[in-house]
């Protein structure tokens, strides 16, 4: 079992610690998971693709796996995602003569798959990604399109939240992105937010994906936002937090391990980072890292697939590098 201090302890006052866990790497990475995080999310084995192929057969075996591993160690689960552009089937989006079905069948179909796959987690877990990345990144729009949009314009985000409150009234929603500290980004997701709320959707927090690296966002960014969010009333997560230590538009692929100067600028960051959410742990009631440990990252395949990336606060070998001492000598 590792010695180092366990970091959901050392954080117990402020937030919940959390990893995401594939079928594999609750295996691999158990110790390390079971010292540190008490919080677990599904990276894929919950999305649309994993659990509903088709639409006569929901495939739950890898993720009542990793709900059976939280429940063993008295860890809290979250659910991600339920409406997303991204790994979602298109049998979902068409019918038999493969052309866009009515909102009206989209509707019924989602619906169906919220109140299945919520209704087989209930209880187990707390908090559910209702919805994911609907913002346009660029331009004056708010959408980004999709499928979703072509069919429902944009009334599916308020049904998708209503539909999850239906299946598990106790479940916390969120809606949750990336780029989240960008301003123009971050004043579309307040938009959103707003008008959900005004509207009296079903919504209780806003996920902070959190994928960052060690260029940007600045603290400045990221304290804004926090700031934008909370003045909604809301609880804040960071969902998938991790620290590439290359520039997004990097794509040089001739590393086999991270620069030292890499990992100390790391160790900075995350320092500063967590020292800004301890600030913030009011309204932030988790702290989830898109990962246990380097050996295992959604990084070493994007935005440049193969290419070696070091993100997280444990190596390869699940040992503590110099950012797990620096935000361990928080406490
Ligand atoms: O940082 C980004 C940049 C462009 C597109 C998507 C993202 C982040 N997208 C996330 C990353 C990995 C997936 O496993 C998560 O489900 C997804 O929410």
């Known amino acids: ?18 990893a995401a866990v594939s079928s594999k790497t609750i295996k691999s990475q158990e110790s390390l998971l079971t010292h540190h995080f008490n919080s677990i999310t599904a990276e894929n084995e919950m999305k649309f693709a994993s659990v509903h192929p088709e639409e006569e057969l929901y495939t739950f075996e890898e993720a009542d796996q990793i709900v059976d591993f939280a429940r063993k160690h008295g860890m809290a689960v979250r659910g991600h995602t339920l409406v997303w552009h991204n790994q979602t089937t298109d049998w979902l989006f068409r019918d038999k003569q493969n052309q866009l079905v009515s909102k009206a069948v989209l509707y019924e179909r989602i619906r169906s798959h919220i109140q299945t796959v919520v209704g087989r987690y209930k209880g187990d877990i707390y908090a559910w990604d209702v919805v994911n990345e609907v913002i346009a990144d660029d331009g004056e729009q ?7 949009t072509e069919i429902a314009g944009d009334e599916f985000i308020a049904k998708a939240f209503e539909y999850a409150h239906a299946a598990d009234p106790n479940a916390l929603l969120f809606y949750n992105d990336y780029n989240e500290s960008h301003p123009s980004k971050r004043d579309k997701i307040y938009t959103l937010v707003k008008s959900l709320l005004d509207r009296g959707v079903p919504i209780h927090g806003i996920g902070l994906q959190a994928h960052w690296n060690l260029f940007n966002p600045s603290l400045d960014d990221i304290r804004a936002a926090i700031e934008k969010y909370a003045s909604l009333g809301l609880q ?22 991270p620069e030292p100067g890499m990992l100390e600028q790391q160790a900075e960051f995350y320092e500063a980072v967590f020292k800004l959410l301890k600030e913030y742990s009011d309204v932030i009631s988790a702290v989830t890292f ?6 295992h990252t959604w990084l070493s395949d994007f935005p ?3 290419r070696k990336n070091w993100p997280l ?19």
């Not at 898109?290 to 050996?295: C, E, I, Q």
């Open 290 to 295: 898109w990962g246990a440990a380097d050996d």
């Open 142 to 148: 708010l959408l980004r399109t999709s499928s979703w």
């Open 304 to 306: 440049v697939r193969g």
């Open 236 to 257: 804040l997560q960071l969902t998938e937090l991790d620290v590439s230590v290359f520039r997004f538009e990097d794509k040089r692929a001739d590393l086999t391990e």
């Open 313 to 331: 606060l444990f190596d390869e070998r699940h040992r503590p590098k110099p950012a797990y001492y620096r935000v361990a000598a928080l406490a």
């Open 1 to 18: 079992v590792p010695a180092e201090s366990a970091l959901k302890d050392i954080f117990a006052e402020d937030f919940h610690i959390g």
